[in-house]
Protein backbone atom coordinates (compact mmCIF):
# COMPACT_ATOMS: atom_id res chain seq x y z
CA UNK A 1 0.00 0.00 0.00
CA UNK A 2 1.50 3.14 -1.29
CA UNK A 3 0.27 6.06 -0.14
CA UNK A 4 3.42 8.06 -0.83
CA UNK A 5 5.09 7.92 -4.49
CA UNK A 6 8.26 9.51 -4.84
CA UNK A 7 8.16 12.11 -7.35
CA UNK A 8 10.95 13.71 -9.96
CA UNK A 9 10.05 17.04 -8.34
CA UNK A 10 11.66 15.84 -5.28
CA UNK A 11 15.20 16.05 -6.42
CA UNK A 12 17.49 18.18 -4.99
CA UNK A 13 20.85 17.68 -6.71
CA UNK A 14 22.02 16.73 -3.67
CA UNK A 15 23.84 13.30 -3.57
CA UNK A 16 23.10 12.23 0.31
CA UNK A 17 20.04 14.40 1.01
CA UNK A 18 18.09 12.83 -1.87
CA UNK A 19 19.31 9.34 -0.68
CA UNK A 20 17.60 10.25 2.71
CA UNK A 21 14.95 11.63 1.39
CA UNK A 22 13.96 8.53 -0.76
CA UNK A 23 14.68 6.48 2.86
CA UNK A 24 12.10 8.55 4.39
CA UNK A 25 9.49 7.70 2.14
CA UNK A 26 10.00 4.35 2.13
CA UNK A 27 9.64 4.14 6.07
CA UNK A 28 6.67 6.17 5.54
CA UNK A 29 5.29 3.91 3.29
CA UNK A 30 6.43 0.87 5.26
CA UNK A 31 4.44 2.22 8.35
CA UNK A 32 1.16 3.24 6.21
CA UNK A 33 -0.56 -0.23 6.59
CA UNK A 34 -0.13 -0.61 9.76
CA UNK A 35 -1.37 2.64 9.89
CA UNK A 36 -4.41 2.73 8.09
CA UNK A 37 -5.95 -0.16 10.16
CA UNK A 38 -5.85 1.78 12.97
CA UNK A 39 -6.53 -1.46 15.69
CA UNK A 40 -5.03 -2.60 18.97
CA UNK A 41 -2.66 -4.99 16.84
CA UNK A 42 -1.48 -2.43 14.13
CA UNK A 43 -0.65 -0.17 16.75
CA UNK A 44 2.03 -2.73 18.29
CA UNK A 45 3.47 -3.34 14.61
CA UNK A 46 3.94 0.21 14.13
CA UNK A 47 5.00 1.31 17.06
CA UNK A 48 8.63 0.06 16.02
CA UNK A 49 8.43 1.71 12.89
CA UNK A 50 7.41 4.81 13.98
CA UNK A 51 10.00 5.08 16.24
CA UNK A 52 13.02 3.91 13.52
CA UNK A 53 10.91 6.74 11.29
CA UNK A 54 11.70 9.54 14.22
CA UNK A 55 15.44 8.22 14.59
CA UNK A 56 16.36 8.52 11.29
CA UNK A 57 14.52 11.96 10.45
CA UNK A 58 16.59 13.34 13.16
CA UNK A 59 19.56 11.48 11.83
CA UNK A 60 18.60 13.72 8.37
CA UNK A 61 18.15 16.46 10.11
CA UNK A 62 21.54 17.06 11.45
CA UNK A 63 22.92 15.93 8.02
CA UNK A 64 21.22 18.74 6.56
CA UNK A 65 22.14 21.31 8.99
CA UNK A 66 25.93 20.16 9.15
CA UNK A 67 26.20 20.60 5.19
CA UNK A 68 24.60 23.72 5.16
CA UNK A 69 27.09 24.87 7.65
CA UNK A 70 29.86 23.48 6.28
CA UNK A 71 28.62 25.33 3.19
CA UNK A 72 28.74 28.45 5.17
CA UNK A 73 24.96 29.24 3.93
CA UNK A 74 23.15 32.27 5.89
CA UNK A 75 22.72 32.00 9.58
CA UNK A 76 19.18 33.33 9.45
CA UNK A 77 18.39 30.85 6.78
CA UNK A 78 20.32 27.95 9.07
CA UNK A 79 17.97 29.00 12.67
CA UNK A 80 15.33 28.79 10.54
CA UNK A 81 15.76 25.77 8.87
CA UNK A 82 16.61 23.88 12.41
CA UNK A 83 13.43 25.23 13.76
CA UNK A 84 11.55 23.60 11.10
CA UNK A 85 13.08 20.36 12.16
CA UNK A 86 12.59 20.79 15.46
CA UNK A 87 8.94 21.85 14.72
CA UNK A 88 8.37 17.93 13.22
CA UNK A 89 10.03 16.08 16.11
CA UNK A 90 8.13 17.92 18.55
CA UNK A 91 4.81 17.30 16.41
CA UNK A 92 5.52 13.45 15.57
CA UNK A 93 5.94 12.92 19.32
CA UNK A 94 2.71 14.50 20.42
CA UNK A 95 0.44 12.99 17.49
CA UNK A 96 2.16 9.80 18.22
CA UNK A 97 0.83 10.11 21.63
CA UNK A 98 -2.82 11.11 20.62
CA UNK A 99 -2.26 7.85 18.62
CA UNK A 100 -1.60 5.07 20.81
CA UNK A 101 -2.56 6.39 23.97
CA UNK A 102 -5.80 8.01 23.83
CA UNK A 103 -7.28 7.24 20.04
CA UNK A 104 -7.66 10.87 19.79
CA UNK A 105 -5.78 10.38 16.38
CA UNK A 106 -6.69 7.65 13.82
CA UNK A 107 -3.70 6.05 11.78
CA UNK A 108 -4.93 7.53 8.57
CA UNK A 109 -4.90 11.31 10.31
CA UNK A 110 -1.52 10.28 10.92
CA UNK A 111 -0.53 8.91 8.39
CA UNK A 112 -1.43 11.36 5.93
CA UNK A 113 0.61 14.21 8.51
CA UNK A 114 3.76 12.41 7.56
CA UNK A 115 3.57 12.37 4.35
CA UNK A 116 2.25 16.25 3.65
CA UNK A 117 5.08 17.47 6.05
CA UNK A 118 7.83 15.37 4.22
CA UNK A 119 6.59 16.89 0.54
CA UNK A 120 6.24 20.29 2.09
CA UNK A 121 9.58 19.92 3.39
CA UNK A 122 11.08 18.78 0.51
CA UNK A 123 9.20 20.52 -1.83
CA UNK A 124 9.77 23.85 0.19
CA UNK A 125 12.67 24.16 2.15
CA UNK A 126 14.79 21.34 1.04
CA UNK A 127 14.29 22.78 -2.71
CA UNK A 128 15.36 26.04 -1.49
CA UNK A 129 18.07 25.15 0.36
CA UNK A 130 19.18 23.03 -2.61
CA UNK A 131 18.55 26.37 -4.72
CA UNK A 132 20.86 28.76 -2.32
CA UNK A 133 23.84 25.83 -2.41
CA UNK A 134 23.65 26.01 -6.36
CA UNK A 135 23.61 30.00 -6.81
CA UNK A 136 26.74 30.15 -4.10
CA UNK A 137 28.66 27.25 -6.16
CA UNK A 138 28.08 29.95 -8.97
CA UNK A 139 30.02 32.40 -7.01
CA UNK A 140 27.12 34.52 -5.27
CA UNK A 141 27.35 35.02 -1.79
CA UNK A 142 25.53 33.22 1.14
CA UNK A 143 23.20 36.63 1.89
CA UNK A 144 22.86 36.95 -2.03
CA UNK A 145 22.25 33.34 -2.54
CA UNK A 146 19.33 33.48 0.46
CA UNK A 147 18.00 36.87 -1.01
CA UNK A 148 17.16 34.93 -4.29
CA UNK A 149 15.73 31.90 -2.67
CA UNK A 150 13.53 34.23 -0.67
CA UNK A 151 12.18 36.18 -4.20
CA UNK A 152 8.14 35.34 -4.55
CA UNK A 153 7.85 32.91 -7.00
CA UNK A 154 6.34 32.88 -10.14
CA UNK A 155 2.02 32.44 -10.22
CA UNK A 156 2.02 28.96 -10.53
CA UNK A 157 4.64 27.82 -8.09
CA UNK A 158 3.08 30.66 -5.60
CA UNK A 159 -0.51 28.96 -5.96
CA UNK A 160 1.13 25.27 -5.01
CA UNK A 161 3.85 26.47 -2.17
CA UNK A 162 0.27 28.73 -1.25
CA UNK A 163 -1.67 25.24 -1.31
CA UNK A 164 0.98 23.28 0.33
CA UNK A 165 0.96 26.04 3.10
CA UNK A 166 -2.32 26.36 3.84
CA UNK A 167 -2.41 22.11 3.85
CA UNK A 168 0.20 22.17 6.53
CA UNK A 169 -1.27 24.85 8.95
CA UNK A 170 -4.53 23.33 8.90
CA UNK A 171 -3.47 20.20 9.53
CA UNK A 172 -1.13 21.90 12.81
CA UNK A 173 -4.19 24.20 13.61
CA UNK A 174 -6.41 20.82 13.86
CA UNK A 175 -3.78 18.76 15.46
CA UNK A 176 -3.30 21.48 18.32
CA UNK A 177 -7.13 21.91 18.53
CA UNK A 178 -6.91 17.82 19.10
CA UNK A 179 -4.25 18.73 21.71
CA UNK A 180 -6.57 21.02 23.90
CA UNK A 181 -9.69 18.76 23.49
CA UNK A 182 -7.74 15.53 24.32
CA UNK A 183 -6.09 16.99 27.26
CA UNK A 184 -9.55 18.34 28.88
CA UNK A 185 -10.83 14.69 27.95
CA UNK A 186 -7.89 13.34 30.07
CA UNK A 187 -8.50 16.00 33.05
CA UNK A 188 -11.84 14.52 33.04
CA UNK A 189 -11.00 11.21 32.90
CA UNK A 190 -8.19 11.52 35.85
CA UNK A 191 -10.73 13.26 37.72
CA UNK A 192 -13.22 10.67 37.47
CA UNK A 193 -10.96 7.71 37.83
CA UNK A 194 -9.92 9.55 41.52
CA UNK A 195 -13.74 10.00 42.26
CA UNK A 196 -14.15 6.40 41.51
CA UNK A 197 -10.81 5.16 43.28
CA UNK A 198 -11.74 7.51 46.69
CA UNK A 199 -15.11 5.45 46.39
CA UNK A 200 -13.45 2.53 46.13
CA UNK A 201 -11.56 3.31 49.14
CA UNK A 202 -14.53 4.36 51.36
CA UNK A 203 -16.46 0.92 50.63
CA UNK A 204 -13.20 -1.10 51.26
CA UNK A 205 -12.69 0.64 53.98
CA UNK A 206 -16.20 0.27 55.69
CA UNK A 207 -16.51 -3.23 54.93
CA UNK A 208 -12.89 -3.72 56.46
CA UNK A 209 -14.11 -1.94 59.67
CA UNK A 210 -17.33 -3.86 59.03
CA UNK A 211 -15.61 -7.02 58.67
CA UNK A 212 -13.01 -6.61 61.96
CA UNK A 213 -16.22 -5.29 64.05
CA UNK A 214 -17.52 -8.91 63.25
CA UNK A 215 -14.24 -10.81 64.02
CA UNK A 216 -13.60 -8.60 67.45
CA UNK A 217 -17.24 -9.67 68.19
CA UNK A 218 -16.82 -13.55 67.71
CA UNK A 219 -13.44 -13.31 69.45
CA UNK A 220 -14.97 -11.32 72.30
CA UNK A 221 -17.97 -14.03 72.32
CA UNK A 222 -15.93 -16.62 72.47
CA UNK A 223 -13.32 -15.32 74.74
CA UNK A 224 -16.39 -14.72 77.47
CA UNK A 225 -17.43 -18.52 76.61
CA UNK A 226 -13.91 -19.45 77.15
CA UNK A 227 -13.65 -17.52 80.21
CA UNK A 228 -16.79 -19.01 81.94
CA UNK A 229 -15.36 -22.24 81.11
CA UNK A 230 -11.87 -21.68 82.33
CA UNK A 231 -13.90 -19.73 85.56
CA UNK A 232 -15.72 -23.66 86.40
CA UNK A 233 -12.89 -25.64 85.68
CA UNK A 234 -10.98 -23.40 87.98
CA UNK A 235 -13.58 -23.65 91.04
CA UNK A 236 -13.24 -27.34 90.22
CA UNK A 237 -9.83 -27.58 90.71
CA UNK A 238 -9.64 -25.60 93.81
CA UNK A 239 -12.24 -27.48 95.40
CA UNK A 240 -10.61 -31.02 93.94
CA UNK A 241 -6.77 -29.54 95.24
CA UNK A 242 -8.67 -28.70 98.33
CA UNK A 243 -10.24 -32.15 98.87
CA UNK A 244 -6.69 -33.94 98.03
CA UNK A 245 -4.29 -31.81 100.17
CA UNK A 246 -5.97 -32.80 103.07
CA UNK A 247 -5.82 -37.16 102.60
CA UNK A 248 -2.47 -36.27 101.26
CA UNK A 249 -1.22 -34.41 104.35
CA UNK A 250 -2.09 -37.22 106.63
CA UNK A 251 -0.81 -39.97 104.25
CA UNK A 252 2.57 -37.94 104.28
CA UNK A 253 2.57 -38.14 107.60
CA UNK A 254 2.02 -41.59 108.29
CA UNK A 255 3.94 -42.67 105.80
CA UNK A 256 6.91 -40.71 107.52
CA UNK A 257 5.56 -42.28 111.11
CA UNK A 258 5.83 -45.66 109.34
CA UNK A 259 8.91 -45.66 108.16
CA UNK A 260 10.38 -44.48 111.37
CA UNK A 261 8.37 -47.57 113.30
CA UNK A 262 9.91 -49.90 110.47
CA UNK A 263 12.94 -48.79 110.63
CA UNK A 264 12.86 -49.14 114.45
CA UNK A 265 11.47 -52.77 114.09
CA UNK A 266 13.97 -54.09 112.18
CA UNK A 267 16.86 -52.97 114.33
CA UNK A 268 14.40 -54.80 117.06
CA UNK A 269 15.04 -57.67 115.24
CA UNK A 270 18.79 -57.39 114.81
CA UNK A 271 18.84 -57.09 118.60
CA UNK A 272 16.86 -60.57 118.32
CA UNK A 273 19.13 -62.35 115.85
CA UNK A 274 22.23 -60.84 117.93
CA UNK A 275 21.08 -63.39 120.46
CA UNK A 276 20.25 -66.45 118.33
CA UNK A 277 23.25 -68.20 119.66
CA UNK A 278 22.15 -68.65 123.32
CA UNK A 279 18.91 -70.44 122.02
CA UNK A 280 18.24 -73.89 122.20
CA UNK A 281 18.75 -75.82 118.91
CA UNK A 282 14.64 -76.46 118.59
CA UNK A 283 14.13 -72.42 119.27
CA UNK A 284 16.88 -71.99 116.47
CA UNK A 285 15.03 -74.31 114.21
CA UNK A 286 11.65 -72.44 114.95
CA UNK A 287 13.28 -69.19 114.45
CA UNK A 288 14.78 -70.27 110.66
CA UNK A 289 11.50 -71.62 109.46
CA UNK A 290 9.45 -68.43 110.58
CA UNK A 291 12.15 -66.51 108.64
CA UNK A 292 11.59 -68.35 105.73
CA UNK A 293 8.14 -69.00 105.86
CA UNK A 294 8.02 -64.96 105.60
CA UNK A 295 11.14 -64.72 103.43
CA UNK A 296 12.64 -62.24 106.09
CA UNK A 297 15.43 -61.30 104.09
CA UNK A 298 13.37 -59.94 101.52
CA UNK A 299 11.10 -58.43 102.89
CA UNK A 300 14.26 -56.19 104.71
CA UNK A 301 15.29 -55.25 101.60
CA UNK A 302 12.36 -54.33 99.76
CA UNK A 303 10.24 -52.22 102.33
CA UNK A 304 12.76 -49.47 102.34
CA UNK A 305 12.18 -49.23 98.32
CA UNK A 306 8.04 -49.77 98.81
CA UNK A 307 8.26 -46.71 101.19
CA UNK A 308 10.54 -44.61 98.94
CA UNK A 309 8.34 -45.05 96.11
CA UNK A 310 5.30 -44.52 98.13
CA UNK A 311 6.63 -40.88 99.28
CA UNK A 312 7.90 -40.26 95.88
CA UNK A 313 3.80 -40.59 94.37
CA UNK A 314 3.43 -39.10 97.03
CA UNK A 315 4.93 -35.56 96.26
CA UNK A 316 3.90 -36.20 92.31
CA UNK A 317 0.67 -35.81 93.83
CA UNK A 318 1.71 -32.73 95.42
CA UNK A 319 3.20 -31.42 92.28
CA UNK A 320 -0.37 -32.31 90.83
CA UNK A 321 -2.35 -30.67 93.14
CA UNK A 322 0.55 -27.44 93.33
CA UNK A 323 -0.71 -27.54 89.46
CA UNK A 324 -4.13 -27.18 89.79
CA UNK A 325 -3.86 -24.48 92.55
CA UNK A 326 -1.92 -22.58 90.08
CA UNK A 327 -4.39 -22.80 87.08
CA UNK A 328 -7.33 -21.82 89.71
CA UNK A 329 -5.68 -18.74 90.61
CA UNK A 330 -4.49 -17.44 86.94
CA UNK A 331 -7.13 -15.09 86.63
CA UNK A 332 -5.51 -13.25 90.08
CA UNK A 333 -1.50 -13.53 88.45
CA UNK A 334 0.19 -10.49 88.64
CA UNK A 335 3.28 -9.66 87.42
CA UNK A 336 6.75 -10.97 89.11
CA UNK A 337 10.37 -12.25 88.33
CA UNK A 338 10.00 -15.72 87.60
CA UNK A 339 12.23 -19.02 86.01
CA UNK A 340 11.15 -19.86 82.94
CA UNK A 341 12.87 -22.93 83.70
CA UNK A 342 10.39 -23.74 86.18
CA UNK A 343 7.35 -22.50 84.19
CA UNK A 344 8.29 -24.88 81.56
CA UNK A 345 8.55 -27.89 84.18
CA UNK A 346 5.17 -26.96 85.55
CA UNK A 347 3.72 -27.29 82.09
CA UNK A 348 4.88 -30.54 81.53
CA UNK A 349 3.38 -31.82 84.22
CA UNK A 350 0.05 -30.49 83.37
CA UNK A 351 0.13 -32.41 79.83
CA UNK A 352 2.37 -35.26 81.00
CA UNK A 353 -0.64 -37.16 81.15
CA UNK A 354 -1.46 -36.19 76.94
CA UNK A 355 2.22 -36.40 75.88
CA UNK A 356 3.36 -40.33 77.41
CA UNK A 357 0.92 -41.87 75.15
CA UNK A 358 2.15 -40.14 71.90
CA UNK A 359 5.72 -39.33 72.71
CA UNK A 360 8.88 -39.39 74.83
CA UNK A 361 10.03 -35.64 76.11
CA UNK A 362 13.79 -34.70 75.78
CA UNK A 363 15.19 -31.46 77.73
CA UNK A 364 18.28 -29.29 77.34
CA UNK A 365 17.61 -26.08 79.47
CA UNK A 366 19.70 -23.61 79.56
CA UNK A 367 20.30 -21.29 83.06
CA UNK A 368 18.03 -18.34 82.49
CA UNK A 369 18.11 -14.92 84.35
CA UNK A 370 14.63 -14.25 86.46
CA UNK A 371 11.74 -12.74 83.43
CA UNK A 372 8.78 -10.37 84.49
CA UNK A 373 5.79 -11.95 83.05
CA UNK A 374 2.53 -13.32 84.20
CA UNK A 375 3.74 -16.53 85.22
CA UNK A 376 0.40 -18.66 84.79
CA UNK A 377 0.06 -17.20 81.22
CA UNK A 378 3.20 -17.80 79.86
CA UNK A 379 2.29 -21.53 81.12
CA UNK A 380 -0.68 -21.07 79.78
CA UNK A 381 0.86 -20.58 76.06
CA UNK A 382 3.62 -23.50 76.59
CA UNK A 383 0.32 -25.93 77.80
CA UNK A 384 -1.04 -25.07 74.17
CA UNK A 385 1.93 -25.78 72.74
CA UNK A 386 2.75 -28.55 74.43
CA UNK A 387 -0.35 -29.95 73.37
CA UNK A 388 -0.55 -29.13 69.74
CA UNK A 389 3.22 -30.92 69.81
CA UNK A 390 1.68 -33.68 71.18
CA UNK A 391 -1.54 -33.78 68.58
CA UNK A 392 0.55 -33.22 65.63
CA UNK A 393 2.23 -36.98 66.73
CA UNK A 394 0.45 -39.59 65.34
CA UNK A 395 1.83 -42.82 66.93
CA UNK A 396 5.35 -42.30 68.68
CA UNK A 397 7.24 -39.85 68.55
CA UNK A 398 9.90 -36.75 70.91
CA UNK A 399 9.40 -33.56 71.53
CA UNK A 400 12.10 -31.62 72.89
CA UNK A 401 11.80 -28.41 75.45
CA UNK A 402 14.54 -26.15 75.18
CA UNK A 403 15.72 -23.01 76.73
CA UNK A 404 18.13 -20.13 76.04
CA UNK A 405 19.31 -16.15 76.57
CA UNK A 406 20.91 -14.32 74.12
CA UNK A 407 20.86 -10.63 73.56
CA UNK A 408 18.72 -9.50 76.68
CA UNK A 409 16.11 -11.97 75.65
CA UNK A 410 14.68 -15.49 77.09
CA UNK A 411 13.72 -17.79 74.38
CA UNK A 412 11.95 -21.19 75.14
CA UNK A 413 11.34 -23.77 72.14
CA UNK A 414 8.99 -26.66 71.79
CA UNK A 415 9.82 -28.97 68.77
CA UNK A 416 8.10 -32.15 68.13
CA UNK A 417 8.38 -34.76 65.11
CA UNK A 418 4.65 -34.60 63.98
CA UNK A 419 3.37 -34.24 60.57
CA UNK A 420 4.73 -30.58 60.25
CA UNK A 421 2.56 -27.47 58.43
CA UNK A 422 2.43 -26.30 54.79
CA UNK A 423 3.54 -22.80 54.41
CA UNK A 424 -0.70 -21.72 53.36
CA UNK A 425 -1.16 -22.91 57.24
CA UNK A 426 1.89 -21.67 58.67
CA UNK A 427 0.31 -17.90 57.58
CA UNK A 428 -2.71 -18.59 59.47
CA UNK A 429 -2.31 -20.43 62.17
CA UNK A 430 -2.34 -17.45 64.78
CA UNK A 431 -5.61 -16.25 62.97
CA UNK A 432 -8.71 -16.48 65.99
CA UNK A 433 -11.08 -19.55 65.09
CA UNK A 434 -8.80 -20.77 62.79
CA UNK A 435 -7.66 -24.53 63.19
CA UNK A 436 -6.85 -27.73 61.36
CA UNK A 437 -8.44 -29.82 63.63
CA UNK A 438 -11.61 -31.83 62.77
CA UNK A 439 -15.63 -29.84 63.35
CA UNK A 440 -15.67 -30.11 67.15
CA UNK A 441 -11.87 -31.32 68.27
CA UNK A 442 -10.72 -27.40 68.29
CA UNK A 443 -11.92 -23.20 68.89
CA UNK A 444 -8.86 -22.51 66.83
CA UNK A 445 -8.35 -20.15 69.49
CA UNK A 446 -4.92 -21.76 71.25
CA UNK A 447 -2.52 -19.99 68.96
CA UNK A 448 -4.05 -17.04 68.54
CA UNK A 449 -4.30 -16.02 73.09
CA UNK A 450 -0.84 -17.26 72.94
CA UNK A 451 0.07 -15.09 70.20
CA UNK A 452 -2.03 -12.17 71.87
CA UNK A 453 -0.30 -13.02 75.75
CA UNK A 454 3.09 -13.35 74.19
CA UNK A 455 1.87 -9.91 72.24
CA UNK A 456 1.17 -8.25 75.81
CA UNK A 457 4.66 -9.76 77.61
CA UNK A 458 6.22 -7.60 74.15
CA UNK A 459 7.45 -11.39 73.27
CA UNK A 460 7.64 -12.53 69.98
CA UNK A 461 5.92 -15.52 69.05
CA UNK A 462 7.73 -17.89 66.04
CA UNK A 463 7.06 -20.97 64.17
CA UNK A 464 9.34 -22.86 61.95
CA UNK A 465 7.91 -26.18 60.07
CA UNK A 466 7.82 -28.45 57.32
CA UNK A 467 5.58 -30.95 55.76
CA UNK A 468 6.55 -34.19 57.20
CA UNK A 469 9.38 -32.79 59.06
CA UNK A 470 7.63 -31.82 62.22
CA UNK A 471 7.08 -28.33 64.17
CA UNK A 472 9.60 -25.83 66.35
CA UNK A 473 7.53 -22.93 68.16
CA UNK A 474 10.06 -20.32 69.54
CA UNK A 475 8.88 -18.01 72.48
CA UNK A 476 11.28 -15.16 73.15
CA UNK A 477 10.67 -12.42 75.88
CA UNK A 478 12.51 -9.52 76.76
CA UNK A 479 14.16 -10.00 80.14
CA UNK A 480 14.11 -5.99 81.16
CA UNK A 481 10.28 -5.65 80.35
CA UNK A 482 9.62 -1.88 78.68
CA UNK A 483 7.92 0.26 81.21
Not at 82 to 102: G, K, N, P, S
Not at 319 to 339: C, E, M, T
Request: aromatic share 6%; net charge negative.
Amino acid sequence: MQLMAWNPHFETGLELVDTQHHALVDMINLAAPHLALNDDVAKRAVGPLLDNLTKYAVVHFRDEERLMAQKGMAPDYLAHHHVTHQAFVDEIIQMRRQYEEDGSLTGTELLRFLSSWLSFHILEEDQRMAAQLKDMAAGQTALMAYEHANQPPDGAHAVYHSALLDLFTLLTERNQKLVLANEAVRKTQAALTMANQSLELRVQERTRDLADTVTRLKQTQAQLLQSEKMAAVGQLAAGVAHEINNPIGFVTSNLGSLSGYVGQLFDLIGVYQATNATLTTEQQSSVAAARQKIDFDYLQEDMPGLIRESREGLERVKKIVSGLRDFSSADNSQWAPADLNQVLESALGVVASEIKSKASVAKALASLPPVSCMASQIKQVLVNLLTNAAQAIDKQGLITVRSGAQSGQVWLEVCDTGCGMAPDVQKRIFEPFYTTQAVGKGTGLGLSTSWEIIKQHHGELAVHSEPGKGSTFRVSLPVPQPN
